[in-house]
């Protein structure tokens, strides 16, 4: 794969995690069309001026990844303004903080939308695109803390539905040379996990969360690099024989 020049998507691009794994995928020397919800555009293009001023092509398409139109356009339009999709990072996040019994119907219904139908479409239309190419690929999703379990072992079911073996036949994917697999970061400061309430447990960075994920208000302390490293080696040509793996970045917390 490393004889043209790659593209790379990234969803939930604007700020935070997205925004990190855009930047190193541009150090990387890879080209990078940006999404996020067309709210955050102003953000979006500011991301997109960092790339370019790195030597990198790089393109904003804003839309919404829990509906199939915007993703279709959003991979199509890359496809034809940048030449190729080759590595989809499925990053696009909602994390509602409120507990299940507080936690009304349109926000869970709001929260499977973007977490778990936004990752499969982001996947899907990737996939077309990359089967259609015919030079492999790289598709990534992430586990977001958030309603909680539903969307991450949903996203686990989808990224091994794609990558694992059954009965020693091809993989789904495989047999196109695509990769899948998912990272599950932790709790990492960003505008997401940084609530006013912090002061409240301390005044530390993501406290709230950790407070009410059951995570120990001690655990690392980590920012959107860490994830961005991850994602750097899972795109690299020499991962090509880890798929179907949901790879947890958390510094051994879990939620309780």
């Known amino acids: 794969m490393s004889e043209y020049q790659r593209v790379a998507i990234v ?65 199509d339009r890359t496809a034809a303004a940048l030449g190729s999709v080759d590595i989809m990072v499925a990053n696009a996040g909602v994390a509602p903080t409120s507990s299940l ?24 239309y990737a996939a077309l695109q990359m089967i259609k190419q015919k030079r492999g690929g790289r598709i990534l999703g992430a586990q977001q803390l958030s309603a909680y379990c539903a969307t991450k072992f ?15 036949t091809a993989l789904e994917l495989a047999e196109h040379n695509i990769t899948v697999n998912a990272y599950c970061p932790g709790v990492i400061t960003s505008a997401m996990t940084t609530l006013a309430t912090d002061t409240s447990y301390g005044g530390r960075p993501g406290a709230t969360v950790k407070a009410i994920l059951g995570i120990p208000l001690d655990s690392p302390e980590v920012g959107p690099d860490v994830i961005a490293s991850v994602v750097s080696y899972l795109v690299k040509p020499e991962a090509h024989f880890i798929t179907g793996q949901s790879i947890d970045v958390n510094g051994g917390a879990y939620m309780g």
């Open 101 to 124: 019994v507080e936690m009304n119907v349109e926000t869970w219904d709001n929260t499977i939308a973007v977490n778990l139908r936004g990752t499969m479409l982001c996947y899907k």
């Open 11 to 75: 969803t939930g691009a604007a700020q935070g995690i997205g925004r990190a794994i855009a930047l190193r995928l541009a150090d990387d020397g890879i080209d990078v069309a940006l999404n996020d919800v067309p709210g955050n555009v102003d953000n979006l293009a500011r991301v997109a001026e960092e790339i370019q001023a790195k030597g990198r092509r790089a393109i904003t398409i804003p839309g919404d990844v829990s509906v199939e139109v915007d993703v279709k356009t959003l991979v």
């Open 154 to 168: 949903g996203i686990r079911g989808i990224t091994q539905s794609l990558g694992e073996k059954k009965q020693w």
